[in-house]
């Protein structure tokens, strides 16, 4: 069973502030579990229903085992349908970024992306697309936010995530700059080229007017119907896409 310290410690983690205080965030559910295992990510420890504990491959000795019962996972889940088995993952110092390996590949820049599952949508695109590197807004949600994680389902594993001041870093960035903008060229029209950055603004207010000024290729998806705008997650997914297509001709 767990202890009542315990429960009170993992709940505590649903919540950025500690989150942040203790270096540890959560992930739920056997495949990213296990993804997360195989990772560069230190798993801490993990909770799992008895059936769970036969589907984890073999462990380093360092990864501290609980079996619960379904009233404790209820208790520790963020999910309001736990999924059987839930892990406490060590937060990694936050990378420096070393603007060569943005060179000869395409890179998404997220300029105020504020809610957790378009984040973790985009960061599982990202990683679908190829695209392994996504440089953050300091105002973006946090990516250890549980809801973030979830939506990556395992993704998140796998790409590198800056959190960087967008103006200072684009000031010394050469490198093509595409941003999604309404006004933009068509992306059917774009020469996509072979590198470059790619920005995504915030689900409101797009791309905040000091980062716009960057922008060397405003790039629009074209509207056919009447919808006033898109997700800025599903933006991320057709724009991906397409310069993948073009990117691997």
Known sequence: MLSKSQISFIKSLHQKKYRKENGIFIIEGIKSIVEFIQSNYQVHSIFYL????????????????????????DKISTLQAPQGILALV????????????????????????QDPGNMGTIIRTADWFGFKNIICANNCVEIYNPKTVQATMGSLSRT?????????????INLPIFGAVLDGKSMYKTDWGKEGLVILGNEGQGITPEVLEFITHPVTIPRVGAAESLNVAIS???????ISRNFHK
Request: glycine share 2%; proline share 7%; charged share 15%.
């Open 160 to 172: 590198n995530i800056f959190y960087e001041h967008l103006p200072s870093l684009l000031n010394h």
């Open 90 to 113: 060590n937060i990694p110092a936050q990378p420096v970024l070393d603007v060569k390996i943005l060179k000869n590949v395409f890179s998404l820049v997220l300029d105020g992306v």
């Open 236 to 242: 991320a997914a057709i724009l991906c896409a397409d």
């Open 50 to 73: 008895a059936q769970y504990h036969s589907l984890l491959p073999t462990l380093p000795a360092n990864i501290k085992l609980f079996e619960v019962n379904n009233a404790e996972l």
